[in-house]
């Protein structure tokens, strides 16, 4: 086998690896992978990578679809790697092996991407983006099909033994690895202000002042540069936030979090099965201490569900609607926050109204009365209020914000608003 086309094949797995890395992080909400997704693909809610990241079909198990992509690319630069150094008997075996695994990739893909077309309706280009890494390294890879028949006496009998053991266990770690990392990201590590934008200068000391100062200058350096972009899309948003019209949300009996005095409101339209909302539960959750008693939120359900909500096309989320009562229901118990942070420690794969009740009982709350709230017309009529007020301010997506009744098309001009509100409202700077 020709070094060179293994050579090949090991920078279009790296490729590929960079391309799933994004989209782990994407997956994740990381605002640094999400300003550079949305270059690619497009930063309105309707962006192919974002519907994709949000749908059912995003994720495997406890890992995401992007996760599996990320190993399987490690696993192949390793064992790509060892066929590099390996004697020739054994690299053609090892070449072939790899051509056979990326073979049964593309099968794959082609399956992701009829659940794109079909069941998501929607195309991620980064996505699309492995799938064209994978052709490419079958194809450099291709003049080893010829040496499949060799990859068992050379590799489970014969001297590449030693070096299929290695991969094999090298591949556990990077298993591992990836897995790590997936759990780090899911439970919410990155500070909030990556996912809500940073606090505008003035809203700190001079000191905060100067270094800020000295990070824009830095970022106009490079025009490229992903963080220099998401400052833009932070102005941008603020620019828009300051044009919307403020709306008459209606709050009465809605659960809220933070003092009851609090001068700005925060309305989140959400889906507990949405892994977008999960990533702001945790930056909610971060930010609201730092706020200085300035701001409380409030959640409303919006679930991507068409059992209950009628406006949207198709079914995202599988079980939200009972997910979203069971919300309603734990608000009468004033326990919702409880409910609410159990559900989206662990959001479960397409809830029965069985399980909505085994978490309210983790949570806390009476699942016997939980259970018949559910089925009660009074919760059913508050959940669809909800859902028909969402309708009438236009809301298509999740999650949703108002900050004191000004819609926020992007979340991360969320701190720059805030700070615009304050000086709005006449509130001194938070130190």
């Known amino acids: 086998m020709n070094p060179s086309r293994i050579s090949v094949a090991i920078l279009l797995a790296l490729i590929g690896g960079a391309l799933s890395g994004l989209l782990v992080l994407e997956h994740y909400g990381i605002g640094s992978a999400t300003a550079t997704v949305d270059q690619l693909c497009g930063a309105d809610s309707d962006s192919g990578c974002e519907q994709v990241a949000e749908s059912p079909y995003s994720s495997v198990g406890n890992l995401s679809v992007a996760g599996v992509g990320l190993f399987f690319y490690a696993s192949m630069l390793f064992l790509l790697a060892l066929a590099l150094v390996a004697p020739e008997s054994v690299r053609g075996a090892a070449a072939a092996l790899a051509l056979a695994l990326f073979g049964l990739a593309i099968v794959t893909d082609l399956g992701l991407f009829l659940l794109q077309v079909f069941a998501i309706g929607a195309l991620c280009k980064l996505c699309i983006g492995t799938y064209v890494v994978n052709i490419g390294a079958f194809l450099a890879l291709f003049p080893a099909i010829r040496r499949l028949s060799t990859v068992k006496p050379s590799l489970i009998e014969g001297e590449g033994r030693r070096a299929l053991v ?66 833009y899309q932070e102005q941008k948003a603020l620019q828009s936030f300051e044009q919307e019209p403020v709306q008459d949300l209606s709050l009465s009996s809605v659960p809220f979090k933070g003092p009851e005095e609090a001068p700005i409101s925060v309305v989140e339209f959400s889906d507990f099965m949405c892994p977008f909302c999960q990533n702001l539960a945790v930056a909610f959750h971060n930010y609201l201490p730092e706020s200085g008693g300035r701001v409380k939120i409030f959640f409303k359900n919006f679930p991507l569900d ?83 007020e969402a309708q009438h301010l236009e809301v298509n997506a999740t999650p949703t914000v108002f900050i004191n009744g000004k819609r926020l098309r992007q979340l991360g001009g969320f701190m720059r608003a805030i700070e615009y509100e304050s000086q709005q409202l006449g509130l001194d700077p938070k130190e």
């Open 306 to 388: 068409q059992d209950c909500n009628s406006a949207v096309s198709r079914t995202v989320h599988e079980g939200a609607c009972e997910l979203a009562l069971g919300g309603v229901c734990a608000a009468k118990q004033n326990k919702f926050w409880e409910y609410h942070d159990r559900v989206f420690g662990a959001p479960p794969p397409s809830p029965t109204v069985g399980d909505v009740v085994q978490i309210a009982k983790a949570a806390g709350l009476d699942g016997e009365a939980l259970q018949s709230c559910m089925a009660s017309d009074a919760a059913k009529k508050e959940l669809a209020a909800q859902i028909e």
């Open 166 to 231: 290695v991969w094999a266990l090298g591949s556990i770690v990077l298993f591992s690895t990836v897995g790590a990392l997936e759990r780090a990201l899911a439970s919410g590590s990155e500070p909030a202000v990556s996912l809500l934008g940073e606090a505008p200068a003035g809203a700190g000391l001079a000191a905060r002042l100067e270094r800020a100062e000295a990070q824009l200058q830095e970022l106009q350096q490079t025009l490229d540069d992903p963080a220099k972009y998401q400052t």
